[in-house]
């Protein structure tokens, strides 16, 4: 690992950019940590929210711990992407993970930034580094209300994050002609079948996935019901695709059977297999409460048909779950760059905390649990209560004062907000 590119942190890292009043004076005794968080800063509005937040609502209460990378788009370029690589080895290293939303270079931003090269995904390389899951998760609150009315708790999206239509192979068949597919083993062996024979012009598309891949997901899936206590639904098209999508449905059982059936038993949760169409008109009906396992596809619909059901993406939060149990926490939205450039401009933002606060509960709950520190547990439980109880009072920001049901309401500014939070947290 590249030294030069982390630091050993506290309230505030070395290399934290500009200077920050940070607020002591708050006497009560704060609660220690035992080991470091890995912390992934970030860029734009949510670096600005980043920094409020440690500094109201973490700090003063948490004698925080953490081991801090830099992944704010100008570092990441200082450092040819070292630094996004050397943040995941440290998620490796200590197992729990906070990330700030990121800047994923395009075109435009590599113009802006002056960069070496347009530098790929963060959460992109993080995930393939750890080869894990994303589950995406509302946060539900009185006042904002989902569409679906039965819907009264958080459902869970896990998405397949490999292969299949996103990997494809395709080609626009031209006229009369056959299209087979081709498997040639190593040893030059042949297997082929036909895929059609066609009388006209048409389309042919050929995608694959691996068995490897197939049983990360799974573990990841088994692994972050038993984490969350919730059932776990999984669902492919298996009476259609009778190898494909059959085989997705094989090694979840076999790896259920084989390492979770007992475990999910003694947690009083189930693993639950249906059609995809099936379990989409179940999950209307359902009231939540569960994971939603899907392939690629069926997860990249789904999740968007799900988040903004649930009313908003600054409400959704996001964590990633490797099979060998290591958690990266964040907010499902960006870096809301259009409130940035307000921001940059001297205007007021009213840009909503709530994901990345709950980014920072969820790691410093898991931190507390791996640790056995249920007092920084408690502490994370206080700060999510403290959050839904101020929006509840009519306290928000105005993304939600949008859409709420609350018939009065008070639009805080973006630090207003997490003051308002703070106020809470300590009466
Ligand atoms: P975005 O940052 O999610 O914002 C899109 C719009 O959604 C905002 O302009 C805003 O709408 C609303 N919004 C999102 N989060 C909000 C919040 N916390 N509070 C209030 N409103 C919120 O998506 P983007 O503008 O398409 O992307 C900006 C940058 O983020 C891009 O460079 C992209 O690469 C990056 N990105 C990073 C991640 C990640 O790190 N996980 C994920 C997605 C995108 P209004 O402007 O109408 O108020
Ligand atoms: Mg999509």
Not at 153 to 168: C, E, F, Q, S
């Amino acid at each position: 690992m590249n030294a030069s590119s982390f630091s050993i942190a506290s309230c505030f890292p070395i290399g934290y950019n500009g200077g920050i009043n940070t607020k002591v004076g708050v006497s009560m005794a704060k609660i220690p940590m035992l080991t470091p968080l890995v912390e992934m800063d970030g860029d734009e509005m949510t670096r600005v929210l980043w920094r409020i937040i440690k500094e109201e609502l973490i700090c003063p209460f948490v004698d925080l711990k953490t081991e801090y990378y830099d992944l704010g788009l100008t570092h990441r370029d200082e450092t040819n992407d070292q630094v996004t690589v050397d943040s995941a080895n440290a998620t490796k290293k200590y197992g729990v993970a906070v990330k700030c939303a990121t800047i994923t270079p395009n075109a435009q931003r590599v113009e802006e930034y002056d960069l070496k090269q347009m530098w790929p995904s963060p959460n992109g390389t993080i995930r393939a580094m750890l080869d894990g899951t994303v589950f995406r998760a509302p946060i539900l609150v009185k006042g904002i209300e989902p569409c679906v009315r039965n819907w009264k708790k958080p459902i869970t999206l896990a998405r397949h994050a490999y292969g299949d239509v996103y990997k494809n192979t395709e080609m626009v068949i031209p006229g009369p002609g056959k299209v087979e597919l081709v498997y040639t083993a190593e040893d030059g062996t042949e297997t082929r079948k036909l895929v059609h024979e066609y009388h006209s012009a048409g389309v042919a598309q050929a995608m694959h996935n691996l068995i490897p891949s197939m049983e990360s997901f799974a573990r990841s899936c088994f692994a972050y019901a038993l984490d969350t206590k919730q059932d776990l639904w999984f669902a492919t098209k298996d009476t259609i695709s009778k190898q494909y999508d059959h085989t997705f449905k094989d090694v979840f059982a076999a790896i259920y059977e084989a390492e979770y059936k007992a475990k999910f038993a003694a947690a009083g949760i189930t693993y639950f297999y249906t059609l995809i169409d099936d379990a989409v008109a179940r999950v209307m009906k359902a009231e939540g409460g569960f994971i939603w396992a899907c392939k690629n596809y069926d997860g990249d619909v789904m999740s968007d048909m799900v988040s903004s059901a649930f009313g908003s993406l600054a409400m959704m939060t996001s964590v990633l779950v490797s099979p060998n149990g290591y958690f990266e926490y964040e907010a499902a939205h960006g870096t809301v760059q259009r409130h940035y450039y307000k921001h940059l401009a001297g205007e007021e933002t009213s840009t909503n905390s709530v994901a990345t606060i709950f980014a920072w509960t969820g790691a410093l709950r898991k931190r507390g649990e791996l640790d056995h520190q249920p007092e920084l547990m408690h502490f994370a439980d206080r700060l999510e209560q403290a959050t839904l109880d101020t929006i509840a009072e009519g306290k928000m920001t105005k993304d939600l004062a949008l859409m709420t049901t609350l018939p009065q309401v008070t639009v805080l500014n973006s630090r207003d907000f997490i003051l308002a939070i703070r106020d809470k947290l300590e009466r």
